[in-house]
């Protein structure tokens, strides 16, 4: 069984990604790594260049600007990636997601035991969506709970609208879930990078008008009223250096966040069902 990785990025170390994070969590359970680095100016493709493994491939890109509608430059880029993967199976992970080693096992194993079974396009990971410090994670209804990041290497199967997720010819890939998760810190910078790469992500969806009446504060407002848990566990082992270079601070009072009736009897629902009314799902669950 040979396992690709694949992802894209493009400006990472202008926009603080933990992309050499992301990238360094997958490499030890892949035999390849491809990596498309967009046309950047800062210095992401020289810091990819010098991660000393062989597994690395970098192939060059340069973005349209014109591709701003629903995040479609997103997509093409991963499928540019996917176009190249050689393995069996297509680990995809974005810049901002982060494997945590403790799951190497069981994903590995999880894609031998389902290597020769057809039926199987994909698995399905739970997510973690860190949110204004690496202390707290989101719980609102507005964080997707689940999303497809290995899919089997077929050329049927490419990257769905802005990215997030899959599909095969069209249709919905039919997946089984897969006890891991991914740790997504696209919401952790401090303030005024956070504006920055709101900033820069809303061009990929909405003309230069919207983002100047949408986004100009001075920084990022941590303070929007989130629904948040304290993560009490470990990070990843390769997001040590990155967690001791936080240098701002963050503070949460559940007491602010005023839920509406509706809002608290969903939560209320999924707490004692697992059910999310009305969740979007980008996938077919079959069973073990």
């Not at 990596?35 to 491939?57: A, H, M, N, Q, W």
């Not at 689940?146 to 890939?173: C, M, T």
């Not at 250096?241 to 509706?262: A, C, E």
Request: proline content about 3%; hydrophobic content about 35%; some cysteine.
């Amino acid at each position: 069984m040979k396992i690709s990785g694949f992802t894209f990025i493009r400006n990472g170390i202008n926009l603080d990604y933990p992309f050499i994070e992301s990238i360094l969590s997958i490499l030890p359970i892949v035999d390849e790594m491809i990596v498309v680095v967009g046309d950047c100016e800062d210095g992401t493709r020289e810091s990819i260049v010098r991660l000393p493994s062989p597994k690395i491939k970098i192939i060059d890109t340069v973005w349209d600007e014109n591709m701003r509608k629903g995040g479609e430059i997103l997509a093409q880029q991963t499928n540019i990636a996917l176009d190249n993967i050689s393995g069996d199976w297509g680990f995809y992970i974005q810049g901002d997601e982060v494997l945590h080693e403790k799951y190497y096992e069981v994903i590995v194993e999880k894609m031998k035991t389902n290597l020769h079974n057809e039926k199987v396009d994909g698995l399905l990971f739970n997510y973690l969506h860190f949110y204004g410090s690496y202390d707290f994670v989101g719980t609102s209804r507005k964080w997707y709970r689940n999303e497809i990041r290995i899919i089997r290497n077929n050329p049927k199967i490419r990257s769905y609208k802005d990215a997030q997720g899959f599909r095969k010819a069209g249709k919905k890939l039919h997946v089984k879930n897969i006890n891991a998760s991914i740790y997504h810190y696209g919401w952790v910078r401090d303030p005024h990078a956070q504006l920055k790469k709101a900033q820069t992500f809303n061009k990929l969806w909405h003309d230069d008008d919207w983002i100047r009446d949408h986004v100009s504060a001075e920084k990022f407002d941590y303070d929007l009223l989130e629904n948040l848990e304290k993560f009490s566990e470990t990070h990843p082992k390769v997001m040590q250096k990155r967690l001791s270079t936080k240098n701002w601070d963050f503070s949460y009072n559940p007491d602010k966040k005023r839920n509406s009736i509706k809002e608290k009897l969903s939560i209320w629902l999924e707490k004692i069902t697992g059910y999310r009314i009305g969740e979007y799902k980008n996938y077919i669950l079959l069973s073990d």
